[in-house]
């Protein structure tokens, strides 16, 4: 039996990679521009966990060279710390729930996080 063929459309292909180095290039500015904080509501919850995070000792050595596996899921944990760091010091519990101002590049993370 033969196998299938996979045939791949190689100029939407390096479409594709044209406009992924262009985003790089956006963000690039975006990083370099003061961009106002977002407005967030998280629940109780959530928040207690991050500021966990930021409470959390870490100790681990890193292995020499990372796996990049490794490596996403420390930055993830990182940011979750930051946006820890922020709600210690500028969040406003109310209730169930705690808002806080965070960068836009916490909330970012956060957000493309939630795709896996």
Request: glycine share 6%; net charge negative.
């Amino acid at each position: 039996m033969r196998e299938p063929r996979v045939f791949r459309d190689l100029d939407t292909m390096n479409v594709r990679v044209a406009e992924a180095a262009t985003l790089a290039e956006v963000g690039a500015v975006l990083r370099a521009s003061v961009l106002p904080p977002v407005l967030v509501r998280l629940p109780e919850d959530l928040a207690r966990r991050a500021v966990a995070a930021w409470e959390r000792e870490d100790t681990v050595p890193l292995v020499d060279p990372e796996p990049l596996g490794d490596r996403r899921v420390r930055h993830l944990a990182g940011t979750l710390a930051l946006i820890g760091l922020a709600i210690s010091e500028r969040g406003d519990w109310t209730g169930d729930e705690v808002v806080v101002p965070l960068p836009v590049e916490l909330a970012g993370v956060a957000m493309d996080s939630a795709d896996g």
